[in-house]
Nanobody
Framework: QVQLVESGGGLAQAGDSLRLSCAASGRTSDTYVMGWFRQAPGKEREFVAAISSSTYYSDSVKGRFTISRVNARNTVYLQMNNLKPEDTAIYYC???????????????????WGQGTQVTVSS
């Protein structure tokens, strides 16, 4: 089992920056890929970014968000710059094992999920 604890969400204005953190504990050998998803009210959960040996981003955040990880701390970060109201959502951290048939953009790629942290961006 892997436990994930997110932090760093909150209120921001358009153009502001926030940094989310997600610390993994437990069976950290299952954290080959670490990713972020988000879910806005009334919408499906969507892929935001992922990191393994490379980084991957959705088109909607590319150039504004940066994902990084510190393996020694089993922690993944999401630096969010130039926030927009449409970035308002609950952000979920997720981790997945090395072997999977699913792409990093799919929720099915990930084996463990955090509880989510709210990000609200006002205009």
């Amino acid at each position: 089992q892997v436990q994930l604890v997110e932090s760093g969400g909150g209120l921001a204005q358009a153009g502001d920056s926030l940094r989310l953190s997600c610390a993994a504990s437990g069976r950290t050998s299952d954290t080959y890929v670490m990713g972020w998803f988000r879910q806005a009210p009334g919408k499906e959960r969507e892929f935001v970014a992922a990191i393994s040996s490379s980084t991957y981003y959705s088109d909607s955040v590319k150039g504004r968000f940066t994902i990084s990880r510190v393996n020694a701390r089993n922690t993944v970060y999401l630096q969010m710059n130039n926030l927009k109201p449409e970035d308002t959502a609950i952000y979920y951290c997720a981790v997945g094992r090395w072997i999977s048939t699913y792409p990093y953009t799919s929720m099915l790629r990930y084996n463990y999920w955090g509880q989510g942290t709210q990000v609200t961006v006002s205009s």
